[in-house]
């Protein structure tokens, strides 16, 4: 398995969440702060490259579209009125799939997963299958700071989404970033590494890195 391209963008909240609406070189309606953060990721990640329209996407996130979801559920229990119709198909996790899908004109498989280590396996079964995979994961800080840490707790708020292009062979005239090997899935360890060190891997001069989760693990070489 190849990684040929890769994005990390991350940003610690110190007053606010940023409008990432900044990042993008399209203009998009009605895109909230995550669809926006996702976006932005796979724009990145991509460049200029045309994608095939069978890419598969996998959309990781433990919380999910936190600000989004707030708003509809106090529109619903604290105000007493219906939500704003596209606030409401925003907390749709099928709906960061189909922005991805249209703005990049992918017609293959979408699942949005609430991990890591859930996608990587059935993204390695598609590439097997000659499929390219475009495999990301997306973190939403809560725009009300003090609620954010009483959920989360006191440490740095970080927003970022990690993206990785994938393909089971060699793309002609395409340098690849990095090659995935020896995947394995087996019973449940501790886990010793996590997926933003793998992306801090990625852009580091290193050349060698040993993921290891819960549920699996793997290597990850450069050229």
């Known amino acids: 398995m190849y990684i040929y391209a890769m994005s990390n963008i991350k ?6 969440i940023s409008n990432k609406k900044h990042l993008l070189n399209k203009k998009f309606n009605r895109t909230d702060n995550f669809i926006n953060l996702t976006l932005a990721g796979v724009q990145k ?8 329209k069978e ?3 996998y959309i990781a996130s433990h919380n999910g579209n936190l600000n989004t979801t707030i708003k ?8 007493k009125k219906l939500p704003m119709p596209f606030n409401f ?13 249209k703005n990049f004109n992918l017609e293959g498989k979408g699942i949005f997963v609430d991990r890591f280590e859930s996608a990587l396996p059935q993204a390695f079964v598609d590439i097997k299958q000659g499929k390219t995979v475009l495999l990301g994961v997306v973190t939403e800080a809560i725009s009300d700071l003090d609620l954010h840490r009483e959920k989360f707790g006191d440490g740095e708020i970080e927003e970022s989404s990690r993206w990785l292009f ?11 970033i990095a090659k995935i090997e020896e995947f394995k899935l087996h019973p449940f360890t501790k886990a010793k590494t996590n997926e933003a060190e793998l992306f801090s891997f990625l852009e580091s ?6 993921f290891r989760g ?6 990850v070489q450069k050229p």
Not at 11 to 16: A, F, G, P, S, W
């Open 72 to 79: 509809v559920l106090n529109d619903i229990f604290i105000e």
């Open 55 to 57: 890419t598969s996407i």
């Open 45 to 52: 990640c991509v460049g200029n490259r045309v994608l095939d």
């Open 205 to 210: 001069d290193e050349e060698l890195f040993e």
């Open 11 to 16: 940003e610690i909240v110190k007053d606010k």
């Open 89 to 101: 198909l925003n907390t749709v996790n099928s709906v960061k799939l189909f922005y991805v899908a």
């Open 166 to 176: 994938l393909s089971h062979t060699t793309i002609a005239n395409e340098a690849h």
């Open 214 to 219: 819960e549920n699996l693990s793997f290597k």
